[in-house]
C-alpha cells in the first residue's frame, strides 16, 4: 500500500489569491477575444475590467504576504 500524500490546505488568504489570480487570466482571454473581434468599446472595457481585477490580486497578493509574516514570527 502506497503512503498518502499530504496535501498542504490551503489559507483563506491563500485561496482568495488563487481566486483572484484565476479572475485577470479570464479578464485577459475576455480581452484577447475583443481584440480579435476588433470592438473598440469592448476593448477599453476590458482594460478596465483587467485594471480592477489585477488591483484586487495586488491587494490579496499583499494580505497573503501579510499573513505568512504574522505566522513566521
Do not use: P
Given at each position: 500500500m502506497k503512503p498518502e500524500l499530504s496535501i498542504p490546505r490551503l489559507t483563506r488568504a491563500e485561496h482568495e489569491v488563487e481566486a483572484e489570480a484565476n479572475r485577470v487570466v479570464d479578464q485577459i482571454k475576455?480581452?484577447?477575444?475583443?481584440?480579435?473581434?476588433?470592438?473598440?468599446?469592448?476593448?477599453e472595457a476590458a482594460a478596465d475590467r483587467i485594471e480592477r481585477a489585477a488591483r484586487d490580486l495586488a491587494f490579496t497578493l499583499r494580505d497573503l504576504a501579510h499573513e505568512r509574516r504574522t505566522h513566521s514570527d
Open positions: 475576455n480581452a484577447l477575444a475583443a481584440v480579435a473581434a476588433d470592438e473598440a468599446g469592448s476593448i
